[in-house]
T-cell receptor
Framework: QKEVEQDPGPLSVPEGAIVSLNCTYSNSAFQYFMWYRQYSRKGPELLMYTYSSGNKEDGRFTAQVDKSSKYISLFIRDSQPSDSATYLCAMIPGNTGGFKTIFGAGTRLFVKA | GAVVSQHPSWVICKSGTSVKIECRSLDFQATTMFWYRQFPKQSLMLMATSNEGSKATYEQGVEKDKFLINHASLTLSTLTVTSAHPEDSSFYIC??????????FGDGTRLSIL
């Protein structure tokens, strides 16, 4: 079993839709949770960074962490064609578990105009 | 935000030559830098972790003599692909991190070996 599970997709939605991207994990030591966006032939770009459980909002993006369920989500409101990319979740154990980042496989998202 | 610069963005060379890729953290001091390889439509594959002034730690299956990593300062790490062959063609991405902060990535280097 992988430490972090992420559906690779592809996920195709119409412009304006609300997109939900998810990851599950097995290591309860994870404390820091990130979402990266990667366009084709570019490096990943950090979108959201949260510590422990809760929600964080930044413009059209909302990140949620549910540590009790070992489940994290990224919501994109009013999706745009420019949001078409691969989205990777990532996690870090933190002080007691070391700082090695574990990445999900990435979900490919297509937003159709 | 934190900026990581990777150079070159694309290189084409003949089989048997060596290629050096640079990774620089422009506005922060990177305690650790990482090198990844990525095949089309696949996720990141960690190759090695490097800390300034010490030898890199390579992941299992990565040849250290093939992929030479130098991390001479807190803002610069280099990856040299020695005696490159067509099977080394790939997308190489570096990242840099300060302490326990998230990794920030360069824009990648597309390497094509003829």
């Amino acid at each position: 079993q992988k430490e972090v599970e992420q559906d690779p997709g592809p996920l195709s939605v119409p412009e304006g839709a609300i997109v939900s991207l998810n990851c599950t994990y097995s290591n309860s030591a994870f404390q820091y949770f990130m979402w990266y966006r990667q366009y084709s032939r570019k490096g990943p770009e950090l979108l959201m960074y949260t510590y422990s459980s809760g929600n964080k909002e930044d413009g059209r993006f909302t990140a949620q962490v549910d540590k009790s369920s070992k489940y994290i989500s990224l919501f994109i409101r009013d999706s745009q064609p420019s949001d078409s990319a691969t989205y990777l979740c990532a996690m870090i154990p933190g002080n007691t578990g070391g700082f090695k980042t574990i990445f999900g496989a990435g979900t490919r998202l297509f937003v159709k105009a | 935000g934190a900026v990581v610069s990777q150079h070159p963005s694309w290189v084409i060379c003949k089989s048997g030559t060596s290629v050096k890729i640079e990774c620089r953290s422009l506005d922060f001091q990177a305690t650790t830098m990482f090198w990844y390889r990525q095949f089309p439509k696949q996720s990141l594959m960690l190759m090695a972790t490097s800390n300034e002034g010490s030898k890199a730690t390579y992941e299992q299956g990565v040849e250290k003599d093939k992929f030479l990593i130098n991390h001479a300062s807190l803002t610069l790490s280099t990856l040299t692909v020695t005696s490159a062959h067509p099977e080394d063609s790939s997308f190489y991405i570096c990242s840099a991190v300060e302490g326990n902060q998230p990794q920030h990535f360069g824009d990648g280097t597309r390497l094509s070996i003829l």
